[in-house]
């Protein structure tokens, strides 16, 4: 009887065992590393940390690294639901050749997509040589750093929203179409709050690679001192120069913007499933 009562009482079978080795896993690979990186920072002065992080360059590269990752974030969540739309809804040829090329910035090695991006939009380059006459000059410029962090940031919100549009139903649409609505109230009734959590999910993986991006973006970035320089670029210089404390100062911060920005995102997150409800 008490044998029976107490498979009842278990939630699943060993649970206890696959609890026990989450938690180590999750410790191994994410707590000690980033423990091990706030126990460096600590061996500096509050005084030091400070000025090490509210440094003229340091502010600079934040602004950068974060302002063109959500512009970045934004864009994809924009083109990138037209994309999955477009994939989705139309039937046209090409299509499954078009689909694959959407994962292309997931299996490109990134410092290959940072070459490709510099080639392209450089002043000679294939698209670069017509754009600099307009004024518009991309390669090694703030404007190359959003366009290498769009480029690798597109399938995640392709990827997020693209099984939402397959699971919503046509008939929604036609519903609506008969009760009188017209197109925009149709998108903005019925489509918007069915795929705003899975586009608020898209923009914030894609923003959380923006962020963290190194490869693609060193190409393209120019690398500049208080103009395109990155933070990630920033870290590596700091761990050159072996002041390690000075880049896991730079790193926590970073982490804790990141973690803060990513908290809001959530929350946003969890509201627009409840509207949608």
């Not at 299509?95 to 510099?118: N, S």
């Not at 519903?175 to 149709?186: K, S």
């Not at 970035?221 to 990630?232: C, D, R």
């Amino acid at each position: 009887m008490s044998i029976t009562k107490s498979a009842h009482n278990r939630v699943l079978p060993g649970f206890g065992l696959t609890l026990g080795y989450t938690i180590f896993y999750l410790s191994v690979i994410v707590l000690i590393p980033l423990s091990a990186l706030f126990f460096k920072t600590a061996t500096l002065s509050w005084g030091d940390f400070v000025a090490t992080v509210i440094s003229p360059r340091v502010i600079a590269s934040f602004r950068l690294t974060f302002g063109a990752a959500i512009a970045a974030a934004v864009a994809n969540a924009v083109f990138g639901t037209l994309v999955a739309w477009v994939l989705v809804r139309y039937r046209f040829p090409g299509k499954k050749l078009a689909d694959a090329l959407v994962d292309l910035p997931f299996a490109l090695p990134t410092a290959v997509a940072g070459i490709t991006l510099a080639t392209v939009y450089s002043s000679n380059g294939w698209l670069g040589k017509y754009l600099e006459p307009l004024g518009i000059k991309v390669a090694f410029t703030p404007l190359g750093i959003t366009v290498a962090m769009v480029f690798i940031g597109l399938p995640f919100v392709v990827r997020t929203v693209q099984p939402v549009l397959e699971e919503l139903e046509p008939e929604l649409e036609e519903a609506a179409a008969c009760l009188g609505a017209n197109r925009w109230q149709t998108i903005r009734r019925v489509l918007l709050p069915s795929i705003t959590p899975a586009v608020i999910t898209g923009f914030a993986l894609a923003f959380a690679r923006g962020v963290g991006e190194y490869g693609s973006i060193i190409f393209i970035a120019g690398n500049m001192p208080m103009k395109s320089e990155i933070t990630p670029l920033l870290i590596i210089t700091k761990l050159e120069q072996y002041d390690y404390a000075g880049a896991t100062a730079i790193a926590s911060v970073m982490l804790v913007i990141s973690f803060v920005m990513l908290l809001v995102i959530n929350i946003l997150q969890k509201w627009s499933r409840r509207y949608a409800a």
